[in-house]
């Protein structure tokens, strides 16, 4: 006679029993009921996370009465937002325009590197559509005018002119990096953002004492194959719990395909949020972005 099912027993039954239904959920086998959880896990993120982030005391001190007090001038005092135009150098709008361009700036290119990383591997090719582009031209614009001195701002109306003169000594390798440097470490800065995902979900799969099966088949997977990858992924595994930050930012600090990977292992291991996402923020933001300029 067989003894009753213990209940750690039934809860690993039970875990199984919920592992196979998620490896068959997805939108072409179950549409109607994938719809139904995402509507429900996304309303849960907006009642808990970002209802809490709404009523935080820095957006109740700062963030609401300064959107406010932005929207009231740029309603009724548009004048201080006028853009130049662009026809005399010494024309640079209004008091308040390079503000609005400043912020405008940097949450475009925060968001083009959010999407050209996020998504495991899927995510839009921003670099190659937007930013290196213009990274190009800038360094041919100040070739062809023999000065530094323009506008390399991508949002600005008057994008490449110039108010300096041709040959002024201005045309240096530093000078042109300078231009760039701006876009190109919020669009890095974008890219580690969007690295956050896989940590945050394997770190809340480690901490609710559940498995990982995402991370863990695509280990096993790699484990198998053979290809450069494969095992680039399982490196990038083994070296980040031997070196901690040093070797995340290491590894966030070149074009690795594989540095999803790191963000799941770190997850997976409980590393502290900000050992993980500042390294991937140094090496993404600072030094791999101003490498792929210099170069």
Known sequence: MSSPPTSDDIVQQRSVELSKAREQLGLVTQPIRTCRLFAAAVSKFMHETAWAFAVSKP????????FALFVATRIYMS????PPACVQIADTGGPLYKLELALFEAVWWLV???LSSIGFGSGLHSGIMFLWPFVMQVVINAEAKGTTKFYAVYNHPCLYQAWGTHNDGSLTFLNQLILVWPSVILWGAGTAIGELPPYFITRAARRAGRRDDAFEAELEEA???SDVLSRLKVWTIAFTERN????IFLLASWPNAAFDMCGMACGWLEMPFWTFFGATLLGKSLVK?????AV
């Open 59 to 66: 957006l109740l001190l700062f963030g609401y009465p300064f």
């Open 79 to 82: 004048e201080l937002y006028e």
């Open 289 to 293: 972005t101003t490498v792929q300029s």
């Open 244 to 247: 901690g930050f040093l070797g």
């Open 112 to 114: 083009l590197g959010i």
């Open 223 to 225: 484990k198998g194959k």
